[in-house]
């Protein structure tokens, strides 16, 4: 009896266990059938979505966005409709065709960027007051808000502050300022005796250096003194070393992750949070070598009643913003022409003819230079890895289809810069040849460095200049040459690193920099 009591008590078990396992089984594969096959059907406007098991594709995109998306690709057949990925808040549409990309920046009505710059407000540190008065609207009644020499135009504080930015940066004496201090600060740091700090060894006459040290150090040190002149440097002398930590991990911030996966951005965050509210507070007269741009976003948060907190965050983002490629765009440029003898040779005499009594003249050097134009611009096609982005306002039709209120567009320039159909079947390949073939591949539409629409960058030509600049000095003060391994073959040129989301150009893979064997000339 006890033998069958027993016996029918774990054959109870057994089916109910069944029972709680099978049915979720049975319920997912209904499921999924129906999201992503008999919707799709009945749906042929919407967007097809990357088919997932667990709720979302969050942890994926982090994780890697170019691979998920290069998934989404091969699911639709590469024909680059858009498709969507679901994360956890909302549904992204990936825009890759060229055509696509460039109906999504012509309709400002449909589809709009304000909402992921409120959201990219709130990452930095904006306080929920002063996410209110930077989105108002000045009227008659805000005397102090329109001010004829801060605000004729009455704009909300924001585009006010982007607007400053844009002047700052538009071809003239405002931008000659910034762009001659970033000349002077390079000229200053690399010379023979100041290059300690991304040297390697030393060896007969020379040193191997580290070019991705000399590359970041260099351009994030003269980008700082063109905004700040040498006032950050007085607060905390190792503010250059916090950006450098803060742009490695930008990324954890802009995605808005929970403190416990962003532990390594805290830090240098808060050390630059710390100067940046100490600056703020100082008197005008304490702040003499700011830039233009800067002196007037201050100005314009003192009429908006901006709180202090908030005042350092906007200084924070514009000057991550001013930081957050020029160094990486600078390290691959070099790199190619170190890896081709050929193009380091023409290289080096366009730039030297842009020298005259030991001075740089840049504007020759900028118009002047063919092939390194072509190296630059190939460089930015194919480390290109900013994602341009836009939320959708209301119902819109892009490619033929349909994309719903309330979800965000996702533009990856990388997939846009690997289009076959646009660069041909060699897309992956470096080549700059391909630029100086067709001087008009730099406005092909599917050549988008630097954005389109109302993001296009503002900083583009400061960028371009800044980058030959370094070139420009490097090679007339020293011999360099690629440093060979111990058995004499050239080593592996750096793979692109593919472990954290892109917001601008690409780093080199972890633990693959190029050392350069150099000599004082």
């Not at 700040?228 to 490695?248: E, K, Q, T, Y």
């Not at 341009?388 to 320039?413: F, Y």
């Amino acid at each position: 009896m006890l033998i069958q009591l027993v016996s029918s008590a774990l054959i109870w078990a057994y089916k109910t266990s069944l029972i709680f396992f099978v049915l979720p089984i049975l319920l997912l594969l209904v499921w999924r059938l129906w999201r992503f096959t008999i919707r799709p059907w009945l749906r042929p406007l919407e967007p097809k979505e990357i088919p997932y098991w667990i709720p979302c594709h969050t942890v994926g995109f982090l994780r890697s966005s170019d691979k998920l998306i290069e998934h989404g690709l091969n699911l639709t057949g590469n024909n680059h409709e858009v498709f969507a990925v679901q994360t956890v808040d909302r549904k992204l549409y990936i825009v890759t065709d060229p055509q696509d990309v460039s109906a999504v920046f012509r309709d400002t009505a449909s589809l709009g960027f304000d909402g992921y710059l409120n959201e990219l407000l709130i990452s930095f540190g904006f306080t929920k007051a002063a996410i209110k008065k930077i989105w108002h609207k000045p009227s008659d009644d805000d005397e102090k808000m329109i001010s004829e020499t801060i605000n004729p135009e009455r704009m909300n504080f924001i585009h006010l502050a982007e607007d400053i930015f844009k002047r700052q940066l538009l071809l003239g004496e405002k931008m000659d300022r910034i762009r001659d201090d970033i000349m002077g600060t390079l000229d200053q740091s690399l010379h023979w005796r100041q290059l300690d700090f991304c040297t390697k060894s030393y060896h007969a006459k020379g040193r191997q250096i580290s070019l991705y040290s000399l590359c970041r150090f260099t351009m994030v040190e003269a980008a700082t003194r063109s905004l700040f002149g040498s006032h950050l440097h007085n607060i905390d002398p190792d503010v250059v070393d916090h950006m450098l930590s803060f742009g490695d991990h930008a990324w954890q911030v802009i995605f808005r992750l929970p403190t416990f996966l962003n532990l390594d951005v805290i830090a240098p965050r808060k050390k630059l949070m710390d100067a940046l509210r100490v600056f703020v507070q100082l008197p005008e007269s304490q702040r003499s070598e700011q830039a233009w741009a800067i002196k007037n976003v201050l100005d314009a948060s003192d009429s908006f009643d901006i709180d202090f907190e908030s005042r350092a965050c906007v200084l924070l983002l514009m000057f991550w913003a001013a930081n957050a490629n020029e160094h990486n765009i600078a390290f691959w440029v070099i790199s190619h022409l170190l890896y081709d003898e050929n193009l380091l040779e023409l290289v080096k005499r366009e730039t030297e003819a842009a020298w005259s009594n030991d001075t740089l003249d840049i504007n020759y050097l900028s118009a002047n230079c063919p092939h390194l134009e072509a190296a630059f611009n190939e460089a930015l096609r194919c480390y290109g890895g900013a994602v341009i982005s836009r939320k959708v306002l209301q119902k819109t039709v892009i490619g033929n289809k349909e994309l719903q209120p309330g979800h965000a567009i996702i533009m990856p320039s990388r997939q846009l810069h690997m289009n076959e159909s646009a660069w041909g079947y060699d897309a992956r390949q470096f080549d700059h040849t391909r630029f100086l073939k067709n001087r008009s591949l730099d406005r092909h539409p599917a050549f988008r460095p630097f954005g389109g629409g109302v993001t296009y960058c503002p900083g583009r030509v400061l960028a371009k200049q800044q980058v030959y600049g370094l070139v420009a000095i490097l090679f007339r003060r020293f011999d360099m040459k690629l440093a060979m391994g111990n058995n004499g073959i050239k080593p592996q040129f750096p793979g692109l690193d593919d472990t954290t989301p892109r917001l601008g150009i690409a780093d080199p893979a972890k633990g693959m920099d190029v050392m350069v064997d150099m000599w004082e000339k």
